[in-house]
């Protein structure tokens, strides 16, 4: 803000501490002080620039652009980045030149519309609003413009905008469409030729002649260019170097449409007769050189466009060295006709040339660029001022442009030397005969500088023509052009004078000339001298008296004098003859006039000089009708005077009334063709300013009264029509004599004759147009088309009243349903007069007016002229909005009552695709903008019933629905759509005081017309062109200035009729429930504050109203709207929170709807919370995962809700989540989830069980069979054939005994058949199971602090998983640790991510219990159906002991339960319950239930030491050297853990038979049974939430270990156990190196199922001696992690699976694999007698208590093996090789 400005340069930057002393820290010529007004002074100030409007339109422009370019760049986009920023580099150019001020005015003109033009076409390009601007480029205000104005000024912005991107289009893709495009409203052009260079090896000066020439007509276009070229090969005038160029103007549309237009150019050499000849020779000759042609006619038709590129002409040199023309003399009968003589006329040269397909140029020609400029040569030098300046020379045409223009004044007489024959007397050869060309006039002075050889010099007196060597009938064919001033044309002629001319100078200076001829520029008639060609008389003679003119003007000039005259030979002066007795010689030439002042026609002539020859009058006036065109402009003044005179002064002769009034017609006919419609100005500047006839109008007005009355005559029909289409200027004729008249003589008794004359003139026409439609049908159209053109001269000298009452008459007399169209288009052009604009005028044209609209717009009408009926009204429509027209009220009245509903009734009925919808809208919008408020009472009041007005309003609510829902107006129609909206409003509103004030009590209550309101206002309010928000902040600024936020007004007006409604409430719920919605959720506060209440309103009258008392209905049809709303965009966290606070306030205070009303709006802000979340994910998160999430979280809430038409809605989109992602298994839960809403029965299907892609079924049962096999087929591809086998045993029963399909039948259990053997044959990885938690409030809702459980896809590590979610969530933070983290993250902005692999608790059916069950089968529950999940995390209790790290590690084990059972309807769930177990005083205290279960786990912990210390010592008799180190530091590390375990869990020995060797089972171990009736007991009571088994006992990023419980004992157990086995089969190994990882090999493995029998005794397996049996705790069947210690080869080959026989080896399930006991370290299971170590049970087993020991007999044997199979069977766990 500028405080004050200091007067020095720049003050200090030193700030004073005071407020007061503080003045600015910046210099003075920094600051640039812009003009600007400031409105409303202080918060809300309004600054408004002092510039130009179009300056500050830039600079908004400039902006709004620059946002959108950044856009552009982000969104690479490239083609529409580097147009934008060619547009706005161009924009701030042409800105800086306006506010320069520097610009005239006319430029500044000119530039204002290229900065609007590329405005508008930019912001087309760039989808942005449409401007709409007046006639001189300013923005049009749509307050100060009419509906009417406003729209045509829509249309024509549009269809300009349209045009110039078709016609960039064109110039990208067609070069002919461009030059068509650019030149079509082009009348006159001209040809841009700029001189480059001249190559050629002349050695002599030259001058060169180019012009336009048509070869197919073999005649010149136009006059030369000449260009004087030095013999140094530089231009004669140095300083035209580089500036040579000419403008060749005045073609014509028709000289572009020519087939072939060649540039051409004659060169003539100056110098010496011959080439290279020496200093004694004649100089100064003009001798034929050669000629250079180029075909230009693309060029003419717009093909080429290319100013800067040089075309080059090659030139064909036709004059020869003297030897060369000797040896062509002796050849000459040899040579054939085509080839090129030296001394052949230039022309037939030129011929020649085109005609040849090739030049032997040598390389000479001439280098030229060329252009097409459009324009003739006033708007070419404005266009292309930068081509064309003064120094440009100008050849103008050989002729008239296509347009000529009342002030182009012209006088050229283009002389052309055609041939000439010559004696050569007492020559032995042909004379070199020179013709001199000059003008003298009758006193023989000669006009100075009257010849222009051409364009580029000024004039010369004398021209010498070219001498062409010893030919006797030389052929010139050279133009030139005399220019004389007009007063000076009757005296003078042109002489022409003949010479021989010879190569030797001392000869040449001694000849004279031999010859003369001349021709008179006048004939003695007065004319000029005709175009054409003339022989002219060659006069010779030796004295000087030839060349006097006073002896030879005497006689004749031409041939054609000389036959006519036949002089006497008396007469004849002394040695002067004429050539006709003395000689044969001859010369012809050819002239033509290009003049718009001398005429060459003798019957226009007798007219204008009529009075020295007034006996041909007549003669002459109908001659008058056959004379150019050209001729009689030139004389418009002259003639039209001449006409007039001869009226006036022969008024006794009615003949020459009728003939001057039919030459008068034929005058302004002409004006009014296109050549000549330049002189309409002309015509009219001699009406108002020259025309003085005073009578005239009598004589006028009579005869063309006679012409009308007389029209069924048909030798005048074409006189009456001519006249029609004159009646314009015949009426200015007329009235401006009657003006004159009254002005002279005032008014007098005549008065009544002339008005009688005007009211007889229009009785005639009414008779006429009362007459059969075949008839005259052209007069009768002529009529309705130039009538009304006399209107406001007539209106001058006659009562406006009357008139338009004769007008009425006029119209009125057409019979109806004939002419309709011209009726309509008379009627207004009528309008368009200013008689319309007069009041009283109006009083009596406007009844009429809308009597025929409304016949036009009739609902019976059989074909209505919509277009002329539309531009009928507009143009009404127009005048009455204007304010110079006088009071329009009632005028307004009479459209709306006669008019307004008809016009709606067209829209209505009119299609969209229409080309006149928008015109009839206008209409209706400029009737309703138009009528005030007493208008709609008025109206209303108009209609007779009730019933009409209901009707009305239905109308007008439906059609207003229809034109917000489909606009009718283009989307960049901003400111017609805005106007159109205002209109809108005030009208519904109008109407909206109707329903209440006639149809609001019981009675007279309209249901639907309070309906048809409600869904109007809505939509209204809902329209996407008032939706504020969706715009950039410069348009939002914009329309809040200009027309508020309609959205508001209308808002609060559906309140208010709201609560205006009543008891009448309850008949609109649940119908508007959704509208209201629709408003509620419009992001604007005020108006949700308002209308949110409304809800509460309906909850409270459904409640009191229904009978039911609750609100039932309401609350479902607000849930089923809202999804569908917040589904389609709206809504957002802040009205959830208005929302939820507004209806718990009124709640509240609700005496009953206290409880159940916060309930549901406390349901109500839950479901928006989930609806919210899927959106968000849904529209920006590329996550399936996350789309999953959201659609899980709505689709519970619909189910809680019993609302199955939107859960099957959402369980479906998830169907195609998982489909599209592959899960197949989860897309078959998801479609289980809708089959188990069906029942096997014939009920029919409900619409909403049907969804979107469902089978055309009737009944449930047909449907939920098409949905299970839907199912099975993804259960298949799924690999889960468990599940697949299940439903269709369910099925088959349907097919069985239900609806007997054997057929279908028997497929499924084909199907079936095939999932058995999958089962057991095909391999099916097991997939990993991992814990993820969520923390931090950057995630969503449905994730923050949340822990889910997520089932790994096949073969997936932990690593890869951990890596697929971060770049879900690229700004997350992986937690190194997988302890639970605290408060500060939970509740810290950010998003950090826990990761760790857990392991399944495996959950068998209770049918397996106590069976054979193969590993293939057991396989499937180890990972599937499985809800608890184990995770064991190590740490550290007290001080690290140097000497033994484990002294101080304890391990916390943790069991998670998740919310489902997996696998299921989503990969992942979130978990619902975590318990964690300790050893520790703490647990026991808090947990005093679970004393026995912990003193049952120290004892386990304490058996591991005897089994350890048998280990160490097998580990010792087995090691070698290598291995003592390691031996030893087991050994002592062991006597560590032994003293602490025995000390804090006791002792506990083995008996010595327990590890006695079986000789027939070298190397394997067995463990007799420990029979303990408290353990048994305690190891199968089940421990659930106690303690969590895990797949890791290390950190989160240390390497999982699946087969680990985290045991401080483990790793010596494991080595314990695996050398038991044979260690030659396999190399002793750390467990993780045991185990291969499952992504790098098949995971594969042979084993034999062991048999764990916990029947009786029976012979052939057990002692009759043995007393006890395992208990059931005891029974292990997991071995995925068992070493496969084969002790012989397998029977079959890895790849080769057995046969399935019955007799495959099974393993015995028990209870004991569900519990979820406390666990202790595992210890091997003890395998069954004679069993191989391989068919062991899985050691590690975290499912399943590990054995203890048993007391056993020392002396008895252990039982026999089962006869056993070694299984083929590959299993499906990695760890198991």
């Not at 030729?193 to 050629?200: I, T």
Request: glycine share 4%; net charge neutral; charged share 25%.
């Amino acid at each position: 803000m500028l405080l004050k400005m200091w007067s020095s340069p720049c003050r200090s930057a030193t700030l004073c501490t005071s407020w007061r002393c503080t003045r600015g820290i910046f210099p003075e010529t920094y600051i640039h002080l812009k003009e600007a007004t400031v409105e409303d002074l202080g918060q809300h100030e309004t600054v408004i620039p002092g510039e130009l409007p179009l300056v500050q339109e830039l600079t908004s422009t400039l902006r709004e652009w620059a946002v959108i370019w950044r856009k552009l760049y982000v969104d690479n986009m490239v083609t529409l980045f580097r147009q934008l920023q060619q547009m706005t580099y161009s924009l701030i150019e042409w800105r800086s030149q306006i506010l320069s001020g520097t610009l005239p005015k006319d430029e500044l003109a000119e530039l204002k519309k290229k900065v609007t033009a590329k405005i508008d076409h930019g912001n087309r390009m760039l989808g942005l609003d449409l401007v709409v601007r007046d006639d001189n480029g300013n923005i049009l205000d749509p307050d100060e413009t009419s509906t009417i104005a406003l729209f045509k000024a829509h249309e024509v912005a549009s269809k300009r905008i349209e045009e110039k991107i078709q016609e960039e289009k064109s110039i990208l893709q067609n070069l002919d469409l461009r030059g068509q495009s650019v030149f079509s409203a082009v009348h006159t052009y001209g040809l841009y030729v700029n001189f480059k260079n001249f190559v050629c090896n002349i050695g002599e000066d030259a001058e060169l002649f180019m012009a336009l020439y048509d070869p197919d007509q073999s005649t010149f276009i136009s006059e030369n260019y000449l260009i004087r070229w030095g013999s140094n090969g530089m231009p004669k005038e140095i300083e035209k170097l580089n500036n040579l160029q000419a403008v060749f103007t005045d073609l014509s549309s028709t000289d572009l449409i020519r087939p072939r237009i060649s540039l051409v150019c004659q060169i003539v050499r100056v110098g010496h007769m011959e080439l290279k000849e020496g200093k004694k020779h004649t100089c100064g000759l003009r001798r034929p050189f050669g000629v250079a042609v180029m075909d230009i006619t693309d060029i003419i038709h717009g093909k080429v466009d290319d100013e800067e590129k040089q075309h080059f002409i090659p030139c064909q040199q036709i004059a020869m060295e003297t030897y060369i023309r000797q040896r062509q003399l002796i050849m000459s009968p040899l040579i054939t006709s085509h080839v090129i003589g030296e001394n052949e006329p230039l022309t037939s040269v030129l011929n020649k040339v085109i005609a040849a397909k090739e030049v032997n140029h040598k390389g000479q020609g001439l280098w030229v660029s060329l252009k097409l400029l459009p324009g003739d040569l006033t708007q070419v030098q404005k266009n292309f001022s930068h081509l064309v300046d003064r120094s440009t020379a100008i050849a103008r045409k050989m002729g008239f442009p296509e347009i000529i223009l009342p002030g182009d004044v012209r006088n050229d007489i283009y002389v052309t030397l055609i041939h000439g024959e010559f004696d050569k007397g007492k020559k032995k050869t042909p004379k070199n005969v020179e013709v001199t060309m000059s003008v003298y006039d009758e006193e023989g002075e000669l006009l100075e500088k009257a010849i222009h050889p051409g364009a580029g010099y000024e004039g010369i007196s004398e021209y010498k023509s070219v001498v062409y060597y010893q030919v006797k009938q030389p052929c010139w064919y050279e133009t030139v052009k005399v220019s004389i001033a007009i007063e000076e044309v009757t005296r003078c002629h042109i002489r022409f004078t003949f010479r021989h001319r010879s190569s030797q100078e001392s000869r040449d200076k001694s000849e004279r000339a031999f010859g003369v001829a001349f021709v008179k520029l006048m004939n003695p008639d007065g004319t000029t001298l005709q175009d054409g060609r003339h022989d002219l008389v060659v006069y010779k003679g030796d004295n000087k008296k030839m060349e006097d003119t006073k002896f030879y003007l005497t006689l004749p000039g031409t041939k054609a004098e000389l036959e006519e005259k036949e002089l006497q030979p008396s007469k004849n002066l002394a040695g002067f003859t004429p050539s006709k007795e003395s000689t044969k010689d001859s010369f012809q030439i050819a002239t033509l006039i290009c003049s718009t002042k001398l005429t060459q026609n003798v019957d226009l002539l007798g007219l204008l000089n009529w009075r020295s020859n007034s006996q041909n009058i007549k003669h002459h006036l109908k001659k008058l009708m056959e004379v150019d065109g050209g001729e009689i402009v030139k004389f418009l003044q002259d003639t039209l005077d001449a006409l007039f005179n001869i009226m006036m002064e022969m008024s006794d002769n009615e003949t020459y009334d009728f003939l001057v009034f039919d030459a008068l017609v034929f005058i302004i006919s002409l004006i009014g063709d296109i050549k000549f419609q330049h002189f309409n100005p002309v015509l009219e500047t001699y009406i108002y300013k020259h025309f003085s006839a005073t009578l005239a109008y009598v004589k006028l007005s009579k005869v063309l009264n006679f012409y009308v009355a007389h029209a069924d005559d048909s030798s005048k029909t074409e006189m009456l029509f001519a006249a029609l289409k004159a009646l314009k200027y015949l009426f200015r004729f007329i009235i401006q004599s009657r003006v004159l008249y009254l002005r002279f003589y005032g008014q007098s008794e005549d008065g009544d004759e002339f008005n009688d004359s005007i009211r007889q003139l229009f009785l005639a026409f009414n008779t006429l147009m009362d007459r059969p439609l075949e008839e005259a049908v052209k007069i009768k159209g002529a009529a309705l088309k130039y009538l009304p053109s006399i209107i406001n001269d007539v209106k001058l000298v006659f009562d406006p009243g009357e008139l338009s009452m004769l007008f009425c008459k006029f119209i009125q007399s057409i019979p109806d349903n004939q002419l309709v169209r011209q009726k309509l288009n008379c009627m207004t052009k009528i309008v368009e007069s200013s008689l319309f604009q007069q009041s009283e005028c109006r009083d009596v044209l406007l009844p009429l007016l809308t009597d025929q609209l409304s016949g036009q717009l009739d609902d019976n009408s059989s074909k209505p002229d919509h277009e002329a009926s539309s531009q009928l009204l507009s143009s009404i429509l127009e005048v009455l909005d204007r304010k110079d027209v006088g009071p329009t009220g009632k005028h307004v009245e009479v459209i709306m009552e006669r008019l307004l509903r008809r016009i709606n009734r067209t829209v209505i009925g009119m299609s969209r695709q229409s080309p006149h919808i928008g015109s009839f809208v206008a209409c209706m919008i400029a009737i309703l903008r138009q009528m005030e408020d007493s208008h709609y009472s008025h109206y209303i009041s108009t209609f007779k019933t009730r019933q009409d007005i209901i009707d009305f309003l239905m109308e007008t609510f439906i059609m207003f629905k229809d034109l917000i829902g489909k606009n009718v107006y283009a989307k960049d129609w901003m400111v017609m759509n805005m106007t159109q909206s205002r209109v809108f409003l005030r009208a519904i509103n109008q109407f909206a005081e109707v329903l209440t004030r006639c149809f609001m009590d019981q009675a007279s209550f309209e249901l639907q017309l309070w309906n048809n309101y409600f869904h109007l206002a809505v939509a209204f309010l809902t329209h996407e062109s008032l939706q504020l928000e969706t715009f950039s902040q410069a348009k939002r600024n914009k329309i809040v200035k200009k027309y508020g936020d309609m959205r508001k007004e209308i808002g609060f007006r559906i309140r208010d009729m709201w609560y205006n409604l009543g008891p009448h409430k309850i008949k609109f719920i649940p119908s508007m429930v959704g509208p209201i919605l629709e408003v509620t959720l419009t992001p604007e506060v005020e108006l949700r504050k308002a209308t949110i209440p409304i809800f509460f309103d309906m909850m409270q009258c459904e409640f009191n109203l229904s009978g039911t008392g609750n609100f039932h209905m309401f609350e479902n049809e607000l849930i089923t709207k809202l999804d569908q709303e917040v589904e389609g965009g709206k809504g957002d966290e802040q009205y959830k929170i208005l929302l939820e606070k507004l209806l718990l306030e009124h709640c509240r205070k609700h005496k009953y709807l206290s409880s159940s009303g916060e309930v549901f709006a406390l349901l109500v802000s839950s479901l928006l919370e989930n609806l919210l979340d899927y959106r968000t994910i849904i529209m920006h998160d590329e996550s399936k995962e996350n789309r999953m999430s959201c659609t899980v979280n709505v689709l519970n809430f619909y189910k809680e809700k019993k609302r199955e038409d939107i859960y099957i809605r959402y369980l479906y989109k998830l169907r195609d989540l998982h489909r599209d992602c592959e899960n197949y298994t989860e897309a078959a839960y998801t479609l289980l989830l809708h089959a188990e809403l069906l029942q096997w029965s014939d009920k029919p299907c409900v619409p909403h069980l049907l969804q979107r892609d469902s089978y055309y079924v009737y009944t449930q049962q047909e449907l939920k069979e098409k949905l299970y096999q839907e199912i099975i087929s993804y259960f298949d591809k799924g690999k889960m054939w468990e599940k697949a086998i299940k439903l269709s045993k369910e099925l088959a029963e349907t097919y069985e005994s239900k609806v007997f399909d054997y057929e279908g039948l028997g497929n499924l259990l084909k199907k079936r058949a095939s999932f058995y053997e999958n089962i057991i044959k095909a391999m099916r990885p097991q997939p990993e199971y991992f814990a993820v938690g969520y923390y931090g409030q950057g995630f969503p809702s449905f994730l923050r602090n949340k822990i889910f459980i997520y089932r790994g896809k096949e073969y997936e590590r932990r690593e890869d998983f951990s890596l697929r979610l971060l770049t879900q969530f690229p700004n997350a933070e992986k937690m190194t640790s997988t302890t639970p983290p605290g408060e500060d993250i939970k509740s810290s902005p950010k998003q950090y991510m826990q990761c760790f692999t857990v392991k399944p608790v495996m959950s068998l059916p209770p049918s397996y219990k106590d069976k054979p069950v193969p590993e293939q089968i057991l396989n499937y529950y180890r990972a599937n159906e499985v809800q608890q999940f184990r995770y064991s995390r190590p740490f550290r209790k007290g001080e690290k002991d140097p000497d033994n790290e484990f002294a101080t590690m304890w391990i916390e084990r943790t069991t998670y339960t998740t919310a489902y059972t997996f696998p299921g309807i989503l990969k992942w769930f979130e978990v619902k319950q975590i318990s964690t177990a300790f050893f520790t005083e703490k647990y026991l205290q808090e947990h005093p239930e679970d004393q026995e279960k912990v003193e049952l786990l120290k004892r386990l912990i304490a058996l591991q030491m005897p089994l350890l210390t048998e280990g160490i010592r097998i580990h010792g008799e087995k090691l070698t050297e290598q291995l003592k180190p390691l031996h030893d530091r087991l050994s002592s590390c062991f006597r560590e853990l032994k003293e602490k375990v025995e000390k804090l869990y006791g002792v506990i020995t083995l008996p010595a038979n327990l590890t006695e060797r079986k000789q027939s089972r070298t190397g394997s171990i067995v463990l007799p049974y420990i029979m303990s009736s408290t353990l048994r007991r305690l190891s199968i009571t089940s421990v659930a939430s106690s303690v969590v088994s895990t797949s890791s006992n290390s950190s989160d990023n240390a390497p999982s270990r699946p087969g680990s419980d985290g045991s401080v004992l483990e790793p010596l157990l494991e080595r314990r156990a695996s050398s038991g086995a044979r260690s030659e089969d396999l190399p002793l190994k750390e467990d993780n190196e045991n185990r291969i990882s499952k992504f790098k090999r098949k995971d594969w493995t042979l084993s034999k199922s062991q048999v764990i029998s916990e029947k009786a005794a029976e012979p052939d397996l057990m002692s009759p001696t043995r007393k006890a049996q395992r208990p059931k705790s005891l029974q292990l069947s997991d071995n995925r992690l068992t070493p496969f210690h084969c002790s012989s080869p397998p029977q079959s080959t890895p790849l080769s699976p057995p046969p399935l026989t019955p007799k495959a080896t099974r393993t015995l399930s028990s209870p004991s694999l569900q519990t979820d006991g406390l666990v202790t370290a595992p210890v091997p299971p003890p395998p069954p007698p004679k069993s191989k170590p391989y068919e062991s049970s899985q050691r590690n087993s975290t499912e399943i208590p590990p054995p203890l020991p048993v007391r056993r007999e020392a002396k008895a044997p252990p039982p026999p093996p089962p006869k056993t199979r070694k299984s083929g069977i590959l299993s499906a766990e990695p760890g198991s090789q």
